[in-house]
């Protein structure tokens, strides 16, 4: 008991300790460098509108299936003389707030599983980890499908499907956290200094879980992303004329034996998109956590 | 060992019980009348009601699930709402093509992964260790059916070396078959090797700093013999798990790879039958895809416990 408020002192140096960015940049050169080409990436798609030449949606069909590099058209243009890179640029508009709407969705609906599961044990425990498992059950696209296909296509089922895809992910990380984190000292001292619950939770486990859910959070925002994609191709997500990745591949596989790029830009772009998140981490689990440095 | 497996079988039946029900709601999720989709443009008042009372939509929703689940018991999953084909018999028509195509996406994972896994981990750090690193992320990055759309291209397209899609059973004629199977096996696979490239290489990793492997080297043993006999049996433990689950998710894989190679299996399927609006289809494919994924965890955790006596499940 005595020792209570240095416990209490050291969980709170534990969260509260900063480095400054070059220090960041210099210790961590593998985060620093993703986090950089992910914040390219959103920089693009917020700035489509001013950087992208040419109207991602108008329609020309004299200057139909222009080839890479043609005047005033960098990456071609589609079958009905559309920009392919303007629709490119547009397409990250797309994509990146899926992924960040999905990842926002399973996160709080996940994390708040996975708090009041941990936190209160017994059948509630119980009950919500089997409702978990359930969902785990589901390979993670079929669900996805399976929800799209059941609330109709769009890109806005097709977030909550994701979304709903990413829920049981979260729990089950932030149940494992607080089960963890309940046992330790700091939380035992807070908790006898006469912490209510709800003040343990958002004070106390809240801050000090936050590591591996970042983690994760950038690996899901690559699935995804993916998963978007993969629901467009589908035609279960975004919805003609909108400029999507996945839909730009589906329609472009069809130029193949003539027009590969129509098919290849769009696919280079999800990859690279996709890449850079899991590259993002990859690099952030190696730095947070040293002992999976394998 | 059998006390686990009950155990196991029992925690499955809530699970199990839960899924069915998500399973069932998911056709009550669906925004309109079922009946008017059954009926196109015949839809007098008298005609709804009779689909009502013949597919039990005119019962309370715990009653209809109660049917429904009855009838899924004896592997009745109803009939397809367009062609009015038992659902199970449309699903086990499509299974052989998308088993053959698991399979030998499956196998194909495997052979690059374990190679190139147990090749990254004994020279760790090396260059050839960062670019299978390398690999890895990018096998997971890039979309399979866009693996898919570049192997047409390059393979079939331009190189003319292979078909670009179609099915040929493999009794009807072997070659042709195997043929047809190289690309789409290669695009669905892909995405496995290299999760499989990564936990082969941590895994043997681990194993090659253990004692009994550093005794076989102090014996003199050459590198292949401890490499391959000594450590690679071990290390391939835990790729046991991912390849377990890969088994029992090859439905979802193939949802995607099936589309773009016109393969005729059971993901092309559930495509055709979600634009076609036919739910039952739909509904079945959903639950053939879930009882496999969870069939084999459970198989999963089993062979776990057979290969490595030391897991105790007490």
Known sequence: ?????????????????????????????????????????????????????????????????????????????????????????WGARVSLPVAFVAVAVGLVAGGIIGLVSGYAGGTTDLLLMRFIDALLAFPGLILAIGLVAALGPGLRNAMIAIGIVAIPIYARLVRAQVLQLKQMEFITATRSLGARPLRLVLRHI??????????????????AILAEATLSFLGLGAQVPTPDWGQMINSGRTFLNNDAWLAIVPGAAISVTVFSFNWLGDALRDALDPRLRT | MTTYVLRRLLLMLPVAFLVTVGVFMLIHLTPGDPALILLGEDRSPQAIADIHKQLGLDKPIYVQYGLWLGRMAHGDLGRSITTHQPVSAAITERLPATLELGIVALLWSLAVAIPLGTIAAVRRGSALDYLASGITVAGVSVPNFFIGVVLIFVLSVSLRLFPF???????????????????????????????????????????????????????????????????????????VTVVGLQIGGIIEGAVVTETVFTWPGVGRLAVESIADRDYTIVQGIVLLAAFSYMFANLLVDLVYAWLDPRISYA
């Not at chain 1, 400054?20 to 700035?47: D, I, T």
């Not at chain 1, 005033?72 to 890179?85: C, I, P, Y």
């Not at chain 2, 043997?204 to 102090?218: G, K, S």
């Open chain 2, 165 to 239: 899609g179609g099915y040929i059973p493999f009794a009807t004629n072997p070659i042709e078959s195997l043929r047809h199977v190289v690309l789409p096996a290669i695009a669905l696979g892909t995405a496995g090797a290299a999760i499989n490239m990564r936990f082969t290489r941590s895994s043997m990793i681990e194993v090659l700093n253990n004692d009994y492997v550093r005794t076989a080297w102090a014996k003199g043993a050459s590198w292949r013999r401890v490499v391959f006999i000594h450590a690679l049996k071990n290390a391939l433990i835990p790729v």
């Open chain 1, 1 to 89: 008991m005595s020792n209570a408020p240095a416990l209490l002192a050291a969980g709170q140096h534990f969260r509260t300790a900063r480095i400054s960015g070059l220090a960041f940049v210099r210790q961590y050169p593998r985060v620093a460098a993703a986090a950089a080409f992910v914040g390219l990436l959103f920089l693009v798609a917020l700035l489509a509108p001013l950087i992208a030449p040419h109207d991602p949606l108008a329609v020309h069909p004299d200057d139909s299936y222009l080839p890479p590099l043609s005047p005033s058209h960098l990456l071609g243009t589609d079958e009905l003389g559309r920009d392919l890179f303007s629709r490119v640029l």
């Open chain 1, 206 to 223: 809240l801050p000090n879980l936050m590591n591996p859910v970042l983690v994760q959070v950038s690996l899901s925002a690559g699935f």
